[in-house]
Every structure is written in structure tokens, then in C-alpha cells.
């Protein structure tokens, strides 16, 4: 994983919002704020913005209140869940998911902290240190209450400097710019109308796309692969621009929320639903759960019921319109905007929306103002199976929540199989069991808490 490459992200000051494209609708020229690669930058909707603000509260006070903000998310790598979050054009700290507490954590960058700082109106504390030169990642000692919080912002000869509190002295992480921030009010009202044109731009470019897809093979039935997640509900809306009447089908893999199954069924008869022939969990018996390295629930809950649906229904092929994009992920980063199905010899499909940001996405379902799968309001970014292994901690977190019961069930499943196979329960609890091999991090992680993984057991053995 690359997690020291970064990316730019843009930001009008004149308007305090987002620039999406090349400049925003006001002309003037933007900000550029430095995020972690690839910077599939996203809104933060309801739930989370909530959670957020509460999280940002709880440590900095009422006044520090966000909630009322435009929230921007930026995934990068880590344990778990992590997100950058953005505000007012400042990239404000990172918000982890933490496994062993099942609690978020939230760590302010330098500008961060001063902004926060200033939202709450604190003094600065000058402080004389006997420090010269290059002042970041030094360390000195002093008076034990200078900082209320664990990390904070002292001004010394004149320069500002973002500290950490330690054991027993302070260590300055960095030396904060005095740049000012864009404390206007916002609104997605606002973003969304100084972006229009670039979400125009995009809307046309993705149906020119199709369009000549669609011509290269003009005796192709069209069809789009419907998640019910918000990448396809936009390949969705484009493809019912450009075609009257197109097929839509959804795989309906059994681990679905229900909130997933009712937005699809919303959508009538138009939806051919799939479902699988295979049983779950007779396979999971013989198998194991399904691991990232190791996703055989993937053939038998997707690929089968796909493989099927297209060979009956479009026995001379078909043309498939898909919501993958390039920025989702590190194995999606490669794609064709045209791919024919490897498991599906006759499929070929076609992804409008390659390029886009998850912040395009969301900017466009919200422009047009699609109906989207009440998950996302929820405080989930991304929907799909509540068992996948693919799925984070702090995701499961939310199952748990909106869900209680299926995930109780899943819970019981793993447990069982942990049992038998002589790993803990803090095995599954900490989500490793969604490796067969643990990557370097998790297994250092398991060694340090004394837990069982496939490799100590076999060492023991
Ligand atoms: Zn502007």
C-alpha cells in the first residue's frame, strides 16, 4: 500500500467550498490542500457528520461544533477505518477506527489544531523556549498544565508551534503557517451550484461515452449492473438518459441489508433480481469464512448467479454498464473504460464514470437529486455484503448498529468456527479472520495481544 504519496485537492476561499473541477463558478483562483493518495475525497452525510462533531466536540468543546460544516472525508491506509477529514479548506486531522477499543480516535494536524483553536477563541501561550534552528520533531520540558488537551498550539519567538504532550515533556510536531481560514458559512447547496459546471461537464462526457459504446456494438442488448450502492445508481441515471429502456439486475447475495434490498426493490420491476443456487453455509462449513485472500463466497454469490442470468436471458452477449471507478481502489486502479468479463465470456461492460471522485458521484446524485440507499445517511461510505471480508472494523461497527440481529448471527457463526478451529474470540472480534494470510501489521498486532493466528498454531503443532 502507498501511504506516503499524496494528492491535491482544491478549495475556493471567495466561496468556502470544494472545486471539483479546473476553477470554481465565482472565477477566482483556489487553494490547494495536500491529502493522502489517491484522494478519493467524499461528502460525510448524516450519521457520520454526526459522529464526527461529537467526537470533535468532546475534545475541543462546543464552540469547536462542525456539524453545521461541509465534512469531507479522504480514506487512507491504516489499522482500520481512517479519514482524513476536511473543513473550511483545512485538511483538520485524521479520524481511526480503533480495533482493540472499538473506539475513533481523532488526531489534529498543526493547521488543524490552530483552527480549532481559533474557533474556540483560546489564547495562544508564549512560552520562551531555549531551542534554535530546526524547531520540528524537537523535545523540551515544561510546565505540566501549559496544554489542556493532548496536543495544542504554543507560540514561541514569534513562531507557532504544534506540540504533543508526552510522559514527561513536549514534543513539537510541527511549526504551524499563521494562514488564515475561510470562516463563511457553507452549504452543499453552495458547492453543488459553484461546481455545475464541472459536474455538467463530467455528465456529458460519461454519456458520450456510452453512446459510442453503445454504437460500437449496436446489436448488443444493454444492461446495468445495479449494486445499490451510489457509483451504479449514477451509471443508472446516465444510461436511462441515453436509452429509453434499459435492463437492470441486482445480485442479491443473502447478506444484504435490508435497507440495500428495499432502495432496490424501490425501483419496481425494472430490476432483475438474482439470487444464488449455492448454500452458504454448507460451503462456509467445508471452507472457512471467506478471507480478502481467499474470497470464494465472491464466484458462488455473485459470479454464478451473474454467469446464469446473462447466458438465459442475452445468449448472444450483451453490453454490461458498470459503476466501477479507478479511484475506489488499489485493483480497480488499472481498469479499462471496456472489459470483457472473464467468467462471463459473452459480457462485455462498459464504466462510465471511470474517473470520477466519489465526491463527483455523490455531487451528481445530489444535483440531480436521485433517490440513494438510505445507508449512506446512516454513516456508511460504501454498501455490499455486511459479512464481507473486505469490510472494515469500524464498518462492522455500523452493522451493528442498523443491524443487531444479523450481525449477532455473523458474530455466532465466526465464533463457532473459531472455537473449532482453537483461535479466540478476540480472533474474530479484532477482524482477523478476514485473512487466511495476516499482513505484516496484523500479525505484529496479534503477537503483542497474545492471540492465536494460522501461522502460531501451526508453529505450536
Ligand atoms: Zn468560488
Known amino acids: 500500500m502507498v501511504i506516503n504519496k499524496s494528492s491535491i485537492f482544491k478549495w475556493c476561499n471567495e466561496c468556502n467550498v470544494p472545486v471539483l473541477g479546473k476553477k470554481c463558478g465565482c472565477g477566482s483562483s483556489e487553494i490547494l490542500i495536500k491529502i493522502s493518495y489517491p484522494g478519493d475525497v467524499r461528502i460525510v452525510f448524516e450519521a457520520e457528520s454526526k459522529n464526527i462533531d461529537d467526537i470533535i466536540s468532546k475534545y475541543y468543546g462546543s464552540e469547536a461544533r462542525v456539524k453545521s460544516k461541509i465534512i469531507l472525508a479522504n480514506k487512507r491506509g491504516g489499522y482500520d477505518k481512517t479519514n482524513e477529514l476536511i473543513i473550511d479548506g483545512i485538511m483538520v486531522g485524521v479520524l481511526s477506527f480503533d480495533i482493540v477499543s472499538r473506539q475513533h480516535k481523532f488526531v489534529p494536524t498543526a493547521r488543524g489544531e490552530f483552527y480549532f483553536t481559533k474557533r474556540m477563541k483560546e489564547r495562544v501561550k508564549e512560552i520562551p523556549l531555549p531551542l534554535s534552528g530546526f524547531l ?41 503557517l499563521n494562514k488564515e481560514y475561510c470562516s463563511k458559512e457553507n452549504s452543499i447547496k453552495k458547492m453543488l451550484d459553484m461546481n455545475m459546471n464541472h459536474l455538467k461537464k463530467i455528465e456529458s462526457e460519461a454519456k458520450i461515452m456510452l453512446r459510442s459504446h453503445i454504437q460500437k456494438y449496436p446489436e448488443m442488448p444493454v444492461n446495468v449492473a445495479f449494486s445499490g450502492g451510489k457509483d451504479s445508481l449514477v451509471v443508472l441515471d446516465i444510461a436511462e438518459s441515453v436509452l429509453k429502456n434499459v435492463d437492470v439486475y441486482f445480485v442479491d447475495t443473502g447478506f444484504e441489508l435490508a435497507q440495500t434490498t428495499e432502495f432496490v426493490k424501490s425501483f419496481g420491476s425494472k430490476v432483475d433480481i438474482l439470487k444464488t443456487s449455492s448454500d452458504f453455509l454448507a460451503d462456509f462449513s467445508k471452507l472457512g469464512p471467506p478471507t480478502k485472500d481467499n474470497r470464494w463466497c465472491s464466484k458462488r454469490l455473485k459470479l454464478d448467479p451473474i454467469f446464469n442470468h446473462i447466458k438465459k436471458k442475452y445468449p448472444e452477449g450483451c453490453l454490461t454498464v458498470g459503476g466501477k471507478r479507478a479511484l475506489e481502489s488499489f485493483s480497480r486502479a488499472k481498469s479499462m473504460p471496456e472489459e470483457k468479463n472473464p467468467f462471463v465470456p459473452c459480457q462485455i461492460s462498459v464504466y462510465p464514470i471511470l474517473k470520477w471522485k466519489a465526491i463527483d458521484v455523490f455531487s451528481y446524485i445530489l444535483m440531480k437529486k436521485l433517490k440513494y440507499n438510505p445507508l449512506y445517511d446512516l454513516g456508511f461510505d460504501r454498501v455490499g455484503c455486511y459479512m464481507c471480508p473486505a469490510q472494515l472494523e469500524g464498518d462492522s461497527l455500523l452493522v451493528s448498529k442498523v443491524s443487531p440481529e444479523l450481525f449477532k448471527e455473523w458474530r455466532n457463526l465466526l465464533y463457532k468456527w473459531a472455537e473449532k478451529n482453537n483461535f479466540s474470540k478476540k480472533y474474530i472480534n479484532l477482524g482477523l479472520w478476514r485473512w487466511k494470510e495476516l499482513p505484516k501489521k496484523m500479525k505484529e498486532l496479534a503477537t503483542d495481544m497474545n492471540i492465536n493466528t494460522v501461522s502460531s498454531l501451526k508453529k505450536k503443532k
Not at 496536543?151 to 508551534?161: E, M
Open 136 to 176: 520540528k520533531g524537537k523535545v523540551f520540558k515544561w510546565d505540566k498544565n501549559i496544554l489542556k488537551r493532548d496536543y495544542g498550539i504554543v507560540k514561541s519567538a514569534g513562531k507557532l508551534l504544534f506540540i504533543r504532550k508526552r510522559e514527561s515533556d513536549y514534543k513539537i510536531i510541527d511549526v504551524v
